[in-house]
């Protein structure tokens, strides 16, 4: 590697420190304020190639949806570019395809010729048009907000009403202008609708339809712009204006006029306001409440949207208004009570309404922030006492310490243009390489003070220390930073989100790398003078003041005979100055006297405690050390007469570790607590909301009496239709969001809130449950099995066969299958026959048959700024029973008024709950938590019983998916992206070294750290995972340098002439201190990240531990084995770079 030339290091560190100094400086102010411009968010942003088509199909059963909707949409779109793998989910009025294609896929095209694909699908008239969602598992809500009202007002429905309209009057309309946020979403309370309820016999009596009278109201009910009238000079805006104003004039509406005069609506059905029938029931600690999600923009600041967010619902709460219309009330003050804001103000200023903030995600992320940069700082601050301890010099323990604030907000500015966030993961790739960033100061600086030992004065001590060093270090943070390369060829998750770790690390680490080799040699050439008296006489001393220096200045300037005439603006301008620098310099002479009077007092005391504190961590570390440096050279010519003993020791640490690897539990990522775990429940498919609130009621005021660890519950009966997340949700389902107090140990609250929740749960009849935890990464279940079959109830057989199967594995929790029985449905069969005889049709008959059972909105009735629905349908006292639906008319306006009964056989029956298909084939889903055990346990688990205990069809399989196929896709990446680490670091050490030999030497200290990342991970019972994957792999980049540091300076004493024994004995002797200091450094750095507290903390603490037991190993073993295996080879192979 070509080396730099030393007259441009000379001139750079010894000749130019300013220059230096300033280029460093303006570096970390840049750095410095590009750290305050850096987005915060949790998580690197996450692109996964994954689009979902969504298609509703209103009243259709899943099976009707599957083959209308799902399959032609499949046939469409399997031939899109890029596709990896096409699945449909396919449930009563919806229809789900998702596209997953391969990583790295252009989103932006996929979705293009999704779109394209999409057009030329012909679905259904009733159908509406598919559209394409951006899948994104960031979009959960970063804050939910609780509306709940106080006092008679918010009593019943009415109340419920208020406080629904509430929210999606003012709160929404607050909420939604804020930079950064994408959605505000509400849930609970009562929509408000105007219902026309039509009474059959009336219909019958008539001869009148549904369809008549829902025409009548949407004809009646207009606004239509007429056009324009010019009369004289004035031109006229004609306008028809019929809105309905009131209820009466809904009611007074003529449908028909015939020989017995005008009949009205209210001749047919009673009009009243009411609300949308009721699917779901939200409560904010057992009282029922409006919540209102919060969701941020793909590329938003989530704390700054959170703050901005909080700062806008204490505005809101107090009845504030927005700028403008502050602006507005104070134009026109009659119009006040005009605004639906000034409206809502009032009642939150009057009449007791309460928002407040119950879940705020920016709070786990400020707190897991604020827990790395502590982590960070705990580990420079060590790893500057540990060079303390070795060094046993204030200065150059500074001059070193210096390195690592310098690197880190040096950092900063190549991370803001790269358009990285701070996030865990970055700021973890800092506070996992802080104590890396002073290993090559730490080499540099013994380099420098050991050719002072040798003779040198400061400044060539600082050019040839250097130099003689440089190429190692920079060697060794190239290996370091040379592991990150192959991370470009990781695919999935891992590649995601650890793009940002890389990346911080790779930067910090360059930025070392130049400080080390010229910020640290300025630093070393120049003494820190001593602090000398003055006397303040001396320090008024005119004749040196520069003033008169500059009035001299001035003088020998006017030597020309006409610049005499600026002599008296020379004098007033040095008599003035004078003055003032006298004054100034009397102000600082007395702040001297007194500091140097308060040092000479102080600093001796300071001194006394301090030698106090540091005296005995000193002695004993020198201790060490010293006994180190007697016995090490003991230890390694032991070592080097005996290297067939050192191999085999060796060999056979290897393959115990190979067999121990083998065995260690596996998990995709580890999981992370945020004091918050939901549970997902279901009652038998059909059940009422009003039964589902009956009986889940108890359990929620229980948990809420026994738990003084929770801090909210937030608690949703029933099913959001516009935000349905799970195929199995409806009336019959219940979810309970727990929020747990955060405590000394989170995980043992959470524990014991999981276990007493599930001890309620599991003794209410017929109940099924599962337990989710936020998301950090994956979307997918940990388990996953997926039993493919054509035959839909052989599906559903084998399923619940396989899913009762399963349950009793101690392995897993919450085993549950997507293919489920569906609602109780009431089946209608048409007889065409039958129909034909009639005039009648089945598309006619279906049609008239759903309007009057499920309704259907005949216009909206404008109420200020508000649009209400108006739906017409049949009064419940003609639909309570199943036997009403055979009186329905179905040929209104005939003689022979015809039941439906007459042309149709019904009866009752139940449907898949969903139908999921795989690449064109029907799945049925089985999807399960952990129960304790780890990922790779319960897979092996799984395919064992799965095998022996069903006995599967012919035309059945299943397959084992979930977070297990994301680990075994990850690993295979990881393992090459490790093969290709260690290939670059064996070629960056044949370059600086120009032998191919000596790398292979070094290369020995991989596998030794290998071995110790095995041992920690037992000892601390931590499984194998991508995040472990990827410490090894920086290993790889960490444990080579020590190895490259001895066998530079080996080369280094052999090319002086001396002896290959003696070399390798003196090399090792004298590198023992860096190599100690260095290694101490970095494993006291990671030590905090390791101990693991704080939140966020399970994401880095497999990764410290493997680093830190890898390195520890790997030094003490390298120490012997590679002189060992550097002296064996080269008495037995001419090593060609060392003979030239």
Not at 654 to 676: A, C, K, R, Y
Not at 1033 to 1059: E, K, P, S
Request: some cysteine; proline content about 4%; charged content about 20%.
């Amino acid at each position: 590697m070509p080396q730099p030339d030393s007259t441009i290091i000379k001139h750079f560190t010894t000749d130019r420190p300013v220059a230096v100094l300033m280029v460093f400086i303006a570096a970390v102010v840049f750095g410095f304020f590009s750290f305050k411009r850096l987005p915060v968010t949790l998580m690197p942003e996450l692109n996964y190639p994954t689009l979902t088509v969504r298609t509703e199909y209103s009243g259709a059963a899943p099976e009707e949806v599957e083959n209308e909707v799902s399959r032609p949409v499949e046939e469409a779109l399997g031939v899109v570019n890029g596709l990896n793998e096409i699945s449909s989910v396919s449930r009563a009025g919806v229809s789900d395809v998702s596209l997953e294609f391969v990583w790295g896929t252009d989103m932006s095209q996929a979705a293009q010729d999704t779109l394209e694909k999409l057009d030329q699908v012909f679905l259904p008239q009733e159908v509406e048009k598919p559209l394409i969602l951006h899948f994104d598992p960031s979009l959960d809500p970063i804050m939910e907000l609780s509306l709940s009202g106080e006092g008679v007002r918010y009593e019943g429905e009415i109340g419920l009403r208020r406080l629904r309209r509430l929210a999606e009057i003012q709160i929404r309309r607050e909420l939604e202008p804020i930079t950064g946020v994408a959605a505000v979403r509400i849930r609970g309370g009562l929509e408000e609708e105007i219902h026309v309820m039509l009474d059959q016999e009336a219909l019958k009596r008539t001869g009148i339809s549904i369809r008549e009278v829902i025409s009548r109201l949407s004809q009646e009910n207009i606004n239509v712009a007429g056009g324009m009238v010019q009369e004289g000079r004035t031109e006229y805006m004609v306008r028809t204006l019929n809105e309905f104003v009131d209820q009466g004039q809904i009611e007074d509406t003529i449908v028909r006029r015939d020989t017995t005069g005008e009949i009205r609506i209210r001749d047919l059905g009673t009009v009243y306001r009411s609300h949308k029938d009721r699917e779901i029931l939200t409560r904010t600690n057992g009282k029922e409440s409006v919540q209102i999600d919060i969701y941020k923009e793909a590329d938003a600041n989530i704390v700054a949207v959170s703050e901005a967010v909080a700062r806008s619902v204490g505005k809101i709460g107090k009845g504030e208004l927005s700028p403008f219309m502050k602006i507005m009330m104070k134009m026109n003050p009659a119009m006040s009570f005009m605004f639906p804001e000034r409206m809502a103000a009032r009642l939150f200023k009057e009449e007791g309404a309460r928002l407040e903030v119950v879940a705020d995600r920016s709070i786990f992320i400020e707190n897991s922030i604020r827990e790395v940069r502590q982590t960070a700082i705990i580990g420079g601050l060590l790893a500057v006492i540990v060079l303390f301890l070795f060094l046993k010099d204030i200065k150059s323990t500074l001059i070193v310490a210096l390195s690592i604030p310098i690197s880190i907000l040096i950092t900063f500015a190549p991370l803001n243009l790269s358009e990285v966030t701070l996030n865990i993961m970055s700021l973890g790739g800092l506070a996992l390489g802080v104590g890396m960033l002073v290993d090559s100061s730490i080499v540099v600086l013994e380099s420098i003070y050991r050719c002072i030992q040798e003779g040198d004065d400061l400044k060539q001590a600082a050019i040839r220390g250097a130099r003689e060093v440089r190429g190692a270090v920079t060697a060794s943070t190239l290996t370091s930073i040379a592991v990150f390369l192959p991370m470009v060829f990781v695919e999935g998750i891992a590649g995601q989100i650890f793009g940002d770790l890389g990346m911080a690390v790779v930067i910090s680490l360059l930025a070392s790398l130049m400080v080390a080799v010229y910020f640290i040699p300025m630093l070393a050439s120049r003494s820190i003078p001593a602090i000398e008296e003055k006397e303040l006489s001396s320090t008024v001393s005119w004749k040196t003041w520069e003033t008169w220096q500059g009035f001299r200045s001035d003088v020998h300037w006017m030597r020309s005979s006409w610049k005499w005439i600026l002599l008296p603006y020379a004098l007033i301008k040095c008599s003035l100055g004078l003055a003032v620098e006298f004054l100034g310099k009397c102000i600082a002479g007395t702040v001297g006297n007194i500091t140097s009077f308060l040092l000479r007092r102080f600093i001796p005391i300071l001194g006394k405690f301090g030698s106090i504190l540091v005296k005995w961590p000193l002695v004993f570390t020198q201790a060490g050390i010293k006994w180190l440096v007697k016995k090490y050279p003991r230890w390694l010519e032991y070592a080097l007469d005996r290297p067939a003993s050192v191999i085999g020791m060796m060999c056979g640490a290897m393959i115990v570790t190979i067999f121990i690897g083998l065995t260690l539990e596996t998990e995709l990522l580890p999981e992370v607590n945020q004091s918050e775990i939901t549970f997902e429940m279901n009652l038998p498919v059909g059940t009422p909301l009003e039964e589902t609130v009956r009986v889940l009621s108890n359990v929620e005021s229980r948990l809420m009496k026994e738990q003084s660890e929770i801090k909210s519950v937030l608690t949703t009966f029933g099913y959001d239709i516009a935000n349905i997340k799970r195929s199995d949700e409806g009336e019959h389902s219940a979810r309970f969001k727990i929020l747990i107090n955060p405590e000394d140990n989170p995980i043992e609250s959470e524990k014991r809130v999981m276990d007493n929740v599930r001890g309620l749960l599991e003794k209410v009849p017929d109940l099924k449950f599962r337990v989710t935890r936020p998301v950090l990464f994956s979307t997918r279940k940990p388990v996953s099995v997926e039993i493919h079959g054509d035959d839909l109830a052989q599906l559903k057989t084998i399923s619940v066969e396989a899913e009762q199967t399963l349950g009793d594995l101690s392995e897993l929790a919450d085993v549950e299958t997507t293919l489920r029985s569906g609602a109780p449905e009431v089946q209608i069969t048409y007889d065409r026959a039958r129909l034909a005889r009639y005039g009648l049709n089945i598309g006619q008959v279906a049609e008239l048959v759903r309007d009057l059972i499920k309704g259907n909105e005949a216009t909206r009735f404008n109420m200020k700024d508000r649009r209400i629905p108006v739906i017409a349908r049949l009064g419940e006292q003609d639909r309570e029973e199943i036997e009403d639906i055979g009186d329905l008319i179905v040929n209104p306006g005939e003689a022979q008024p015809i039941p439906l009964r007459a042309v149709a056989d019904y009866q009752i029956g139940e449907g898949p709950s969903e139908i999921r298909r795989i690449d064109g084939k029907r799945v049925a889903l089985i999807q399960a938590n952990l129960g304790g055990a780890s990922l790779g346990t319960a897979v092996k688990a799984i395919s064992d019983t799965l095998s022996n205990s069903i006995k599967w069809p012919a035309d059945m399989n299943f397959f084992i998916t979930g977070q297990s196929e994301e680990w075994q896709r990850s690993q295979t990446s990881l393992l090459l992206a490790m093969g290709l680490s260690i290939f670059l670091v064996y070629v960056i050490m044949a370059s600086q070294f120009e032998s191919l030999i000596q790398p292979f030497i070094i290369m020995f200290a991989v596998p030794l750290a290998f071995v110790g990342s095995v041992l920690g991970l037992i000892v601390t019972h931590t499984s194998l995972s991508i995040v472990v994957f990827l410490g090894l792999i920086m290993l790889v980049g960490i444990v080579v340098n020590n190895a490259i540091v001895l066998v530079d300076y080996t080369n280094l004493l052999r090319a002086r002439g001396i002896a290959p024994r003696e070399a390798i004995l003196t090399a090792c002797s004298v590198r023992l201190r860096p190599i100690l200091m260095t290694t101490a450094t970095t494993v006291l750095g990671l030590l905090p990240m390791a101990i693991g507290l704080g939140d966020g903390a399970e994401i880095r603490t497999p990764m410290a531990i493997a680093v830190i037991f890898g390195l520890i190993s790997s030094t003490i073993l390298t120490l012997i084995v590679v002189p060992t295996i550097y002296h064996l080879l080269d008495r037995k192979v001419k090593m060609t770079s060392l003979t030239s």
